[in-house]
Structures are given as structure tokens and as C-alpha cells.
């Protein structure tokens, strides 16, 4: 046990590396990049810190190029979940009675760990499997990562020091415990940052948890776990597995011992898991904590005082990069008809010098989407536009799947601002644009507001103050991070906690202490040094 009160190191954000051309920081990553290019991956499951094998394989392959074999990862049973579970159970006391200290010093271990040797392989890794450019990867899994990593490490012990006040005579305390039981994990493919950070948040506060991960990021949740290794995360705090999806959700949130879920993914499978927790709360010994981060259909909009450079430059970034699959994606903007002729051309000038190929070559912007299913889902809503009669494809709209799953960034223009694409998340490069008449401002912003269920990220451009203070107050619900002239993505840890409500998810801010308090149960303690011995009060005389 510890023999003081100690101070963690301060948190900063790290440092994003520029890879500016023929930099020896590019050079190093695109030659580990080829490298692991070239091997055959074979990825097992983690169970109480063991490599687990199967006897199926699941052939993995990359987004940008379909046909190039990269290996199998070995998915697992019903019984791998049960043993994923029993696993975690018994690890959690001796977790749970480790100092704070010493499960600090593992995620700190492990933030160094990225920030220097896993670097370059963290950031190959996401490049290969999830179709990442190198300014991408690095935003995410290595400066978003350890940024987590080390400003939770703070966080906790901020909630830890959050003290109650004591009267004469007592001592008050507040103990943050865990939660009594394991907890769940569910991780997207489109960040890798989110994907470590869901599972270790939790067992930084003392939790146990199986973590299932999206079947598009084996690989960097591969190299995740190996730094968790290194840093030295005991057995069994952290389990990950490969399973089938709704199988493994239902045997889960079935267990009487199941605390907590952690989850970023798609609207309908979260309300899905929602719904299976109320069918199964008589069966739990505690309320289940249900954090979730989910869908965005992500505005801007725009005044007539907006500078269209700004706009064009903020819809290039905010909708394509990452080939608009962040959740806090622009994918619908709201633009003044003063303003659309410039807006349009500048953006069009933009886009003609867009490149988009493999990660491999550092000069492309846009890369593949994830999977087929992504790029049929893609080409089907840029075939409807050229077929409309209230939409047109303004920009982009080619597909190519011969040997990758690329698609061109792509502008629709509509007349309908209920059309298809401005209302349903596509999560893909796909922008719509619905141009209004200036002096319907008031009447947009209620439009932005009422079209879709989301309530992720969006952004307004205006100079003129009162237009802005409208628009703060009139979209006041319909985003949880909410950009003022600047785009809707890009939300860093400590920052701006990144969340939002409605369809969109709990809100409860990855990035911030609040999150870290959601795997938290708190007992309140009250000690009286000197205890009355006459149960007689002052008022009986």
C-alpha cells in the first residue's frame, strides 16, 4: 500500500508528426507499412494473457486492396465468451485491490510505449487494415490513444481527490470503487483510439472487461493488446475476443455478474443491446452503467457573412477525410444562395486536386472505404442522385472495386432538403448540399435542427455575432459538440470531451472525467471519533 498522496505526470496532448515528404519519420512508417505488408498475419484471441487459437480461421484482408491476402484471425465460440467472462471475474479482486498507482503506471507505460517502438506499428497497422492515410493514422492511434491514456490517468485521480466536506468531530470520505461485476466493451472500426480507449478506461478504474472488438480492426487491436502486455497489465483484466456479434451480446448482457457496456458502433445494434439489458434486468445483481456513442448525420451550416473560402475548405476536410467515416463526419450543409456560386467553385478546385489511392503513398487524401458492403451502400445512394429528379451529383460520384474499395468524393446538390442523403447516415464520401434562400436563416436553422435524429457534431460559419448567438441558441440540442466556423470533426481528448444525445448516444464525453465517473460506484464513509453514549438529544432536557 502506498505510503503517500503522489502526483501523476501532468498531461499534455501529444504531439502530431507532420510526415511532411522525404521526412525520416515517413520513411520509417511507410518502411513498416511494407513490412507488415508483407506478412502473413495470424491473430489470436487474448484470454487471461494467453493467445487463444480456434480451429476456424477468418482470412483478413485490406480495404485498398481486396485480393492481397494478409492472414486470418482465429474468431472463437460461445465457450470463449464464457471463459472471457470467468476469466475477467477472477482477476477482479486482486485488480480491484491494486493501488491506484501501480494501474496509472501500466497506462502510462503504455501511452510511452506508442508515443515511441509501437509508434510506427500502431499507426501501420490502422494504415493496412482500416484504410487510413499517414496524417489519419497519426491523429488517431498514436496522439488520440496516448492522449487518452494519459489524461485519464489524470482524471482519475482528480475524481479520486473529489472529497466531501466534515463536520466537527467526523471524518467524511468518498471511495471510488469499481463496479461490482465484469464489463463489456464494443468497439467500431473506424477509430483505433476508441477501440483502446473503451476497454482501458474501464479497467484503468479498477474494472474487468471482454472486449469485442469490430471484425475491420483485428489488426490494430493485435498490436493494442501486445503494448498492453508490455506495459503490464495483469492476466485477465482485459480479455479480447472474436465472436459472433449478436450471439456474444446475447450470453453478455445475460450475466447475472454484467456492471457495465461500453460501446461505439451504429444506432440499431446499441438500441438492440439496450433492449436485451431491460429483458434481463430482474437477472443482475446491480443496475448495469450503459454508456454509448453512435450515429451523426453532422451539419454545417452557413450565413451569408461566412468567408466561402473557410466553408469550401472546412466541407473538403470535415466530409472527406477518412473518407467520411468518422461519426462526426459533415455529411449535410446548409449554404445561403449569395454564397453557393463561390462556395462551389472553390471547393470544386479543392476536389481537383484531391489524390485517393492506398495508404502506402503519403500524397493521397482519400483512401478505401471499409468494405464492400460500405461501397455498395455508397454506390447506391450516388446512383439514386444521378437518377433524381430534385438531386444532382455535382462532384466525384465514380466507384472502382477492382481491386480495392475506393469511392470519389462525392457532392450532391438538392432541392429537396428532405432528400435521402441529407436525412440517413451513409457513412461514407458523401456530401449533400441543400442551398436556401438568405432570408430564410431562421427558418434553416429550425430545418437543421428537426431533419435528422441525430445529435452528434455540426458547425455554423458566420461573422456576424448575432447570426452566430442565433444559430448557438436555436441548435442549442442538435449536437453535442458544436464547432463554431470551423468543422464538425476533430475533437481532441481534454479539449472538447466528444459525445452527443438523441439517436447519437448517452453523451457522456470520452475524453473527459465524466466518462471515467460512468465506471465508478461510489460508497460515502462517515467516521465519528467520539460516539455519543446517552441516546438522549439536547431538546429532551
Known sequence: MSKAISQVPFAVNEPVRAYEPGSPEVKSLIS????????????????????????????????????HDLGFYYKGTMQHVDDAINTALAAKEKWNKLGWEHRAAIFLKAAELIAGPYRDRLNAATMIGQSKNVHQAEIDAACE????????????????????????????????????????????????????????????????????????????????????????????????????????AEKVLAHPDFAGLHFTGSTSVFQGMWKMIGDNIHNY?????IVGETGGKDFVMVHHTANP?????????????????????????????????????????????????????????????????????????????????DATVIFGGKCDDSKGWFVEPTVIETTNPQYESVCEEIFGPI???????????????KLVDQTSIY???????????YAIEEAYNALENAAGNFYINDKPTGAVVGQQPFGGARASGTNDKAGSKMNLLRWTSVRSIKETFVSPKDYKYPYLG
Open 32 to 67: 513498416t507499412y511494407k513490412k507488415m505488408w508483407s506478412e502473413k498475419w495470424e491473430i489470436p484471441m487474448f484470454i487471461n494473457g494467453q493467445a487463444v487459437t480456434t480451429d476456424e480461421k477468418v482470412a483478413i484482408s485490406s480495404p485498398q486492396d481486396h485480393k
Open 145 to 248: 490513444f496516448i492522449d487518452f491514456l494519459r489524461y485519464n490517468v489524470e482524471f482519475m485521480t482528480e475524481i479520486y481527490s473529489e472529497q466531501p466536506v466534515s463536520d466537527a468531530g467526523i471524518w467524511n470520505r468518498s471511495e471510488y470503487r469499481p463496479l461490482e461485476g465484469f464489463c463489456f466493451a464494443v468497439t467500431p472500426f473506424n477509430f483505433t483510439a476508441i477501440a483502446g480507449n473503451l476497454p482501458t478506461c474501464m479497467a484503468m478504474m479498477g474494472n474487468v472487461v471482454v472486449w469485442k472488438p469490430s471484425n475491420s480492426q483485428v489488426l490494430s487491436a493485435q498490436v493494442i493488446m501486445e503494448v498492453l502486455i508490455e506495459a503490464g497489465l495483469p492476466a485477465g483484466v482485459i480479455n479480447l475476443i472474436f465472436t459472433d456479434g449478436k450471439e456474444t
Open 285 to 289: 445483481k446491480t443496475y448495469p452503467r
Open 309 to 389: 473560402a473557410a466553408v469550401a475548405t472546412a466541407l473538403v476536410r470535415g466530409a472527406f477525410e477518412y473518407q467520411g467515416q468518422k461519426c462526426s463526419a459533415a455529411s449535410r450543409a446548409y449554404i445561403p444562395k449569395s454564397l453557393w456560386a463561390e462556395v462551389k467553385e472553390i471547393m470544386g478546385a479543392q476536389l481537383k486536386t484531391v489524390k485517393m489511392g492506398s495508404p502506402e503513398d503519403p500524397s493521397n487524401f482519400v483512401n478505401a472505404v471499409i468494405h464492400e458492403a460500405s461501397f455498395k451502400k455508397c454506390k447506391g445512394y450516388i446512383e439514386r442522385a444521378a437518377q433524381a429528379s
Open 431 to 445: 456530401l449533400t448540399v441543400y442551398v436556401y434562400e438568405d432570408a430564410k436563416w431562421a427558418e434553416t436553422l
Open 455 to 465: 445529435s452528434l457534431t455540426g458547425s455554423i460559419f458566420a461573422q456576424d455575432r
